[in-house]
């Protein structure tokens, strides 16, 4: 489903295409792999309100950490950083290989100047996991960022 979908957009547009499916998945009967597409169309098309909506909708329903892991990507690329940090920080617990949690992690601590948070949350996780050795290059790259922020304010 999540292929043809693809070639319908392809071939049809994303609008287009986010109009049917959100008609579609008003239909309670309707498989939750329609809301999952659909939150996913609505997340590239620019409208993640939309897709959150849909990813709370499926939230509900009961947890799957594929749908927690969109929803908190989300709610970080929508300028809802705060919200998404302790969403992303207990899916890293979880998967503390995810390069994909960990970049999203990294660049909201950054928006919202919470560098000291991502430094003492990822010391917390390399305690937890001291084989994720990627965790230590997430830290350097924090506390450069750290580093730069108290430079540019002059402290």
């Not at 927690?68 to 809802?80: D, F, P, V, Y």
Request: glycine residues 10%; contains cysteine; aromatic residues 6%.
């Amino acid at each position: 489903l999540w292929e043809l979908t693809e070639l319908e957009v392809q071939r049809d547009g994303l609008e287009e295409v986010l109009g049917r499916l959100g008609r579609l998945v008003r239909i309670p009967t309707l498989p939750r792999v329609y809301r999952e597409i659909y939150a996913s169309l609505c997340r590239r098309a620019g409208l993640p309100e939309a897709a959150l909506k849909e990813y709370e909708k499926l939230g509900a329903e009961g947890v799957r950490p594929n749908i927690q892991k969109r929803e908190a990507i989300t709610l970080a690329k929508s300028g809802r950083e705060r919200e998404a940090l302790p969403l992303l920080e207990e899916l890293l617990r979880a998967s503390p290989a995810d390069r994909y949690l960990h970049a999203s992690y990294v660049a909201a601590c950054g928006r919202i100047g919470e560098e000291e948070r991502g430094i003492n949350f990822y010391n917390e996780l390399l305690g937890r996991h001291p084989g994720v050795k990627t965790i230590y290059g997430h830290i350097k790259k924090l506390q450069r960022k750290c580093m730069q922020r108290q430079s540019e304010n002059g402290q």
